[in-house]
T-cell receptor, first 113, second 118 residues
């Protein structure tokens, strides 16, 4: 079975402080994992993806994520939050068989000035 | 490059009415998907297509039908709208992966259609 759990529905950080958005996954296969960002009234935009190459993945806008198989986690981090980072973030999984994607329920990030 | 375009952006229907949502992509992608997004539930797959003329059911297909007559277009139909279908609908597409599956290829999303059924 495949599933994605985003451990926090809301995260609030001050501008300039680190961001940590947590994602755990369950997969019967070695998965590909993705983080997407959604700004208000927009579609989802790809931040980064892990596809069994390097376990530390760098994405756009200074975001990174580390694939930890032993912990079945794929947490998203950024060293210093910017006001423009305020958005909804989704973790997603696709097993390396078939073509379905499984999404977490999202984490809303608030950045306090 | 437009990417994935959804029309309309907004729509209000009365219970029992029908409508069709149109998705168009200009990236020559094989795979196309329809999702609905509801608060606290993330994205749920309604139907998807692995190529022109083929469709398959996703997680929540009831009350919806789809068609993919042309590779670049994927239509989502509601034959008799219900208030439970009030949602934001997203179309997405991606390309074939290296071994024939799409799993390594990220989804490209449209900006969504906000549907209200009263």
């Amino acid at each position: 079975a495949q599933s994605v759990t985003q451990l926090d529905s809301h995260v609030s950080v001050s501008e300039g402080t680190p961001v940590l958005l947590r994602c755990n996954y369950s997969s019967s296969y070695s998965p590909s994992l993705f983080w997407y960002v959604q700004h208000p009234n927009k579609g989802l935009q790809l931040l980064l993806k892990y596809t069994s190459a390097a376990t530390l993945v760098k994405g756009i806008n200074g975001f990174e994520a580390e694939f930890k198989k032993s912990e079945t986690s794929f947490h998203l981090t950024k060293p210093s939050a910017h006001m423009s980072d305020a958005a909804e973030y989704f973790c997603a999984l696709t097993p390396n068989t078939g073509n379905q994607f499984y999404f977490g329920t999202g984490t809303s990030l608030t950045v306090i000035p | 490059n437009a990417g994935v375009t959804q029309t309309p952006k907004f729509r209000v229907l009365k219970t029992g009415q029908s409508m069709t949502l149109l998705c168009a992509q200009d990236m020559n992608h094989e795979y196309m998907y329809w999702y609905r997004q509801d608060p606290g539930m993330g994205l749920r797959l309604i139907h998807y297509s692995v190529g022109e003329g083929t469709t398959a059911k996703g997680e929540v297909p009831d009350g919806y039908n789809v068609s993919r007559l042309k590779k670049q277009n994927f239509l989502l139909g509601l034959e008799s709208a219900a208030p439970s279908q009030t949602s934001v609908y997203f179309c997405a597409s991606n390309a074939l992966g290296g071994t024939g599956y799409s799993y390594n290829s990220p989804l490209h999303f449209g900006n969504g259609t906000r549907l209200t059924v009263t």
